[in-house]
């Protein structure tokens, strides 16, 4: 047995302390030290007797020549967006962690993909009974492989059962639930989530079965308040999206095996999540008549395109502080932005509400909307429409100018496919730009001031 030792972890970056410390070293947040039990890790041997298929040899040191590449074999699954997302497929033994906060559908995914996949799987829930499961299931309604369900919390009996089964694939639900049964703290705690996390690394790449964790998000967007996670697997995905709107993205954060580039969308619909492989013509509402408020981006989500709607909508304020309110942008982003129609385009809007909202509940961090967002400010402040086949791609900067934006072919292209008229960009972007291609008429501006003169007068 593994001696024990209490110490002082923080639950937010993981950090450890011998004492207990009001304020972390480490990431500088208040109160976030508890006390837990740690113990040292489980031998190796003693790990070999958990898991049969494990290699028995000690590592020794290999001349890069030597080593043999033949394992990075990727399983295919029936999932496109998910596939594009991991770089091409399942790197066997990998560990992959799905964060998300809860009900945000990464259970569902993982099941979706645990019967649609053309291998043997092992899903293992210490959330969910198996009927629950099962009801899920019909409810998706994929067609059912060779897939097995595995209501337990304890790592070493998952491994054994694992040892057992041989699957393909495993999918564990979630990392907060499991328990390593030679340290005594909770699941969920610091010390837990290490080390099943620990094991699992360690079970995938002996055995080199490939395994998901799902993970818990906590409220600041870190995963499962350890952070520590993240350098433990090989890949951390994050299912993101507003659970009053049906769009989901599952973004890459780190990828040992392919870019972060890529995104995937989703639509959470009644019989569970389906791929969107056109984002763009749903992200636009459809409608004929133009509206003031509203005006169409052409976004870069990882390195696709997409056009989204974004809304604005100012009204007189009915008390002194006048309210901003954003969704699916960046507040401090918002104030920024008035500030500068304010101040360079003498705009009125500190006497007035500014809402904003990004269509489909989707958050943009693309720089390049901001335009976007300007029209449709000016456009809800002085009552006038945007017309509805013109979209935008621009940042704004402090002193009002309209910078270049990346990859803006890409969007100008998208924006053309689509069938829209005119597209505003930046001047600065213009360099290098071959605009014969394109049926769409593409606008450019330098300044606030000009988009202004160019949409509203
Ligand atoms: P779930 O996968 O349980 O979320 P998580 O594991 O991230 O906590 O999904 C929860 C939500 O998804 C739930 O509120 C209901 C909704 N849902 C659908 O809309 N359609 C479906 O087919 C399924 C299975 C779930
Ligand atoms: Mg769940």
Same mark, same amino acid.
């Given at each position: 047995m593994a001696t024990i030792k209490k110490i002082f972890a923080c639950t937010n970056c993981g950090a450890t302390s011998p004492k207990w410390i009001g304020k972390c070293p480490s990431c500088a947040e208040w109160n976030t030290y508890v006390e837990e039990v740690i113990q040292k890790e489980t031998p190796r041997e003693e790990r070999q007797k958990i898991w049969k298929g494990a290699k028995n040899a000690d590592p020794i040191p290999?001349?890069?020549?030597?080593?043999?590449?033949?394992?990075?074999?990727?399983?295919?699954?029936?999932?496109? /967006?998910?596939?594009?997302?991991?770089?091409?497929?399942?790197?066997?033994?990998?560990?992959?962690?799905?964060?998300?906060?809860?009900?945000?559908?990464?259970?569902?995914?993982?099941?979706?993909?645990?019967?649609?996949?053309?291998?043997?799987?092992?899903?293992?829930?210490? /959330?969910?009974?198996? #009927?629950?499961?099962?009801?899920?299931?019909?409810?998706?309604?994929?067609?059912?492989?060779?897939?097995?369900?595995?209501?337990?919390?304890?790592?070493? %009996?998952?491994?054994?059962?694992?040892?057992?089964?041989? +699957?393909?694939?495993?999918?564990?639900?979630?990392?907060?639930?499991?328990?390593? +049964?030679?340290?005594?703290?909770?699941?969920?705690?610091?010390?837990?989530?290490?080390?099943?996390?620990?094991?699992?690394?360690?079970?995938?790449?002996?055995?080199?079965?490939?395994?998901?964790?799902?993970?818990?998000?906590? %409220?600041?967007?870190?995963?499962?308040?350890?952070?520590?996670?993240?350098?433990?697997?090989?890949?951390?995905?994050?299912?993101?999206?507003?659970?009053?709107?049906?769009?989901?993205?599952?973004?890459?954060? %780190?990828?040992?095996?392919?870019?972060?580039? #890529?995104?995937?969308?989703?639509?959470?619909?009644?019989?569970?999540?389906?791929?969107?492989?056109?984002?763009? /013509?749903?992200?636009?509402?459809?409608?004929d008549e133009d509206l003031s408020g509203s005006a169409i981006c052409s976004t870069i989500e990882g390195v696709r395109p997409i056009l989204i709607e974004t809304q604005a909508l100012v009204s007189r304020a009915v008390y002194g502080t006048p309210q901003r309110s954003a969704t699916g942008f960046d507040l401090r982003r918002l104030s920024m932005l008035l500030a500068v129609l304010e101040k360079r385009g003498g705009f009125p809007f500190a006497m007035n509400d500014v809402f904003l909202n990004i269509a489909g509940g989707i958050r943009v961090d693309d720089p390049a909307i901001d335009l976007a967002i300007v029209a449709a400010l000016i456009s809800s402040l002085e009552d006038i429409s945007v017309p509805h086949d013109t979209c935008f791609a621009g940042e704004v900067g402090l002193s009002g100018e309209i910078r270049a934006v990346a990859r803006a072919e890409q969007r100008i292209q998208e924006a053309d496919r689509l069938g829209f008229k005119e597209i505003f960009i930046s001047k600065y972007n213009l360099k290098g730009l071959n605009l014969d291609k394109f049926k769409i008429k593409v606008r450019t501006v330098g300044k606030v001031e000009e988009l202004y003169e160019a949409l509203f007068k």
């Open positions: 290999t001349p890069l020549s030597m080593i043999r590449t033949g394992t990075t074999e990727r399983l295919l699954t029936p999932d496109e /967006e998910l596939n594009r997302v991991l770089g091409g497929g399942i790197v066997s033994g990998s560990l992959v962690l799905i964060g998300g906060q809860p009900g945000i559908g990464k259970s569902t995914l993982m099941l979706q993909i645990a019967l649609g996949v053309q291998a043997k799987v092992l899903y293992v829930s210490g /959330e969910e009974s198996e #009927e629950q499961i099962k009801m899920r299931a019909d409810r998706v309604a994929t067609k059912q492989s060779d897939c097995y369900i595995l209501t337990e919390i304890s790592t070493s %009996k998952i491994f054994q059962h694992a040892q057992q089964l041989e +699957p393909d694939l495993i999918v564990i639900d979630s990392i907060q639930t499991l328990a390593a +049964p030679h340290i005594d703290s909770t699941p969920g705690s610091i010390s837990q989530v290490r080390e099943t996390a620990g094991e699992l690394q360690r079970f995938a790449k002996e055995t080199n079965i490939p395994v998901f964790i799902i993970g818990h998000i906590t %409220k600041d967007g870190a995963i499962a308040g350890p952070k520590l996670l993240e350098h433990i697997v090989d890949v951390v995905l994050q299912f993101e999206g507003d659970q009053n709107y049906m769009y989901r993205i599952l973004r890459t954060l %780190k990828n040992r095996f392919g870019s972060t580039d #890529e995104i995937g969308i989703y639509a959470m619909q009644s019989t569970g999540l389906r791929e969107v492989s056109n984002p763009s /013509e749903l992200l636009i509402s459809q409608k």
